[in-house]
């Protein structure tokens, strides 16, 4: 293959796709991007779509606020709670743009998401996607205890 044909080929993560002699590809093994949250409130961008935010940075609770859902078509990101070493309950609510376009734990018209018993937050993630009119959310679970709310939802 000549090499003008790979300069038209698409990036995958800032890297165009390496051919070897016998025409294949050799550099698709590429990363999540991670972004340790420092900050009390973090505006989502459109481009950090494919990211994981972690909170493991902040002294307390994180307010992520997502990208408008119609401009985000097609973009997903997930949210880990880590809390910081050593110390538990460090939360984080999820807030869609523009109000009531989430989708979670049976509710169409979410404003918010985030977990609500601190015993059971460290270590589980939300999930959320855009389709272009809502943002489609998903609680990942590490484990599953009985006794309180995993999941808090404002509408």
Known sequence: MPNDAISTMPTIMGNRPIIDTDGCITNLAA???VV???AATRLVKIEESGTYFINE?????VN???PD???AIGCEYWF???GTVGASGFNFTITGTPIDVMVT???IDADTISFATASKMVGNSFHVYSDGCLWITCAEMTKVVAGGTIVTVTS
């Open 80 to 82: 880990g709670n880590c």
């Open 64 to 66: 992520f606020t997502l």
């Open 105 to 107: 734990d049976a509710d």
């Open 31 to 33: 990363k999540r991007p």
């Open 36 to 38: 340790i949250v420092t």
């Open 57 to 61: 940075g902040t002294a307390g609770s």
């Open 69 to 71: 859902v119609v401009l």
